[in-house]
């Protein structure tokens, strides 16, 4: 009796894909998945708004202490670092799932030249890390008022006789 098997030109692309998977974890994460997992590197969501006054920026930090964020502004570079770190009271091995990401993360921005430097606010609340960039006030918009319908005398256009 003859068996006859589908062929399928990309199983052979799938095997090396999966070796070499296996090679870059256990070279790269010697300690096991697990722990790789949870001590990989992240980038925290960020949401940027933008007004006539300034910018914001509220970041996602949940689980990390104040005292692990780190804010600076270097030439007009805003860089927002920090730390999640992982507790080991509860042994790796009771873990079913692990989906919170931990780690150090580093988040830079880079800023219009109409930020005001000296005038830099961040507060943390709830998990959320907002930063207030307020703008200089020669790059605040001014409204100038149009006159409609009159001219005033000597100011307008000369009629040449």
């Known amino acids: 009796m003859t068996i006859l098997t589908r062929w399928d030109p990309t199983r052979e692309f799938t095997t090396l894909q999966d070796r070499m998977n296996r090679l870059f974890r256990e070279s790269f994460w010697p300690e096991g998945r697990e722990e790789a997992l949870t001590t990989t590197g992240f980038a925290p969501p960020v949401d940027v708004y933008e007004d006539e006054h300034s910018i914001t920026l509220k970041?996602?930090?949940?689980?990390?202490?104040?005292?692990?964020?780190?804010?600076?502004?270097?030439?007009?570079?805003?860089?927002?670092?920090?730390?999640?770190k992982f507790e080991k009271e509860e042994k790796e091995e009771n873990f079913r799932?692990?989906?919170?990401?931990?780690?150090?993360?580093?988040?830079?921005f880079t800023l219009p030249n109409t930020v005001d430097h000296e005038k830099v606010n961040a507060d943390y609340d709830k998990g959320v890390l907002k930063i207030a960039l307020a703008k200089k006030a020669e790059a605040k918009p001014k409204q100038i008022k149009v006159n409609v319908g009159k001219q005033l005398e000597g100011k307008g256009p000369s009629k040449a006789a």
């Open 97 to 108: 799932r692990v989906e919170r990401q931990y780690g150090s993360f580093t988040r830079t």
């Open 59 to 84: 970041i996602e930090v949940p689980g990390i202490e104040e005292k692990d964020i780190d804010v600076r502004i270097e030439n007009n570079t805003l860089t927002v670092h920090g730390e999640r």
